[in-house]
Nanobody, 119 residues
């Protein structure tokens, strides 16, 4: 099994920045794709960004709403995935969840970290 622990959330003013981190443990050798999802109150969970194990630019996908503002990166040696969030907007407020997929289709989720963008 894989365990995912997110960190880095908090309260930030509009236009500010936060960096989220997700640390994986357990059967980390099985992980292929890692990514970030978010869920705002009263809304469904949505994909923010994802990256495969190569970390190459052509392996990265972003939601249109965050392109140019968020950057996902991955450190395979440390089994972490990060999300640098710049130019934050109130509509970015949500619980952000780390996600990991195995090559055989296994799915794991972190417990979530709250991001609140407000003056």
């Amino acid at each position: 099994q894989v365990q995912l622990v997110e960190s880095g959330g908090g309260l930030v003013q509009p236009g500010g920045s936060l960096r989220l981190s997700c640390a994986a443990s357990g059967s980390i050798f099985s992980i292929n794709v890692m990514g970030w999802y978010r869920q705002a109150p009263g809304k469904q969970r949505e994909l923010v960004a994802r990256i495969n194990s190569s970390g190459r630019l052509n392996s990265i996908n972003y939601a249109d709403s965050v392109k140019g503002r968020f950057t996902i990166s991955r450190d395979n040696a440390k089994n972490t995935v990060n999300l640098q969030m710049n130019s934050l907007k109130p509509e970015d407020t949500a619980v952000y969840y780390c996600n990991a997929l195995s090559r055989s289709g296994g799915v794991w989720w972190g417990q979530g970290t709250q991001v609140t963008v407000s003056a």
